[in-house]
């Protein structure tokens, strides 16, 4: 997720993928653009350690970037929707 007010940069998943590919093979990417955010998918848990680990508080089109691990919606939010299900 992007810090700081909109307008967010424009975020591809190219993007994502160019920064977080060295990191494990990837699964999955969906980016939420309107609202400055993406998920990464990995084949791997050590993968997305290093992921979070290295990525948290680096640049990224300009922006700091906020990487942690996504957590389960609450109970009355909408989850994200997975790649194929929109």
């Known amino acids: 997720r992007f810090?700081?007010?909109?307008?967010?940069?424009?975020l591809t998943e190219e993007d994502i993928r160019d920064k977080f590919y060295s990191f494990g093979e990837i699964?999955?990417?969906?980016?939420?653009?309107d609202r400055g955010q993406a998920f990464v998918e990995y084949t791997e848990p050590d993968a997305c350690e290093l992921a979070v680990a290295s990525m948290n508080r680096k640049e990224l089109l300009g922006r700091t970037l906020h990487v942690k691990w996504a957590r389960a919606p609450k109970r009355g939010e909408v989850a994200a929707p997975r790649r194929g299900d929109e």
């Open 3 to 10: 810090q700081g007010d909109e307008p967010y940069p424009k």
């Open 27 to 33: 699964v999955s990417v969906r980016v939420q653009a």
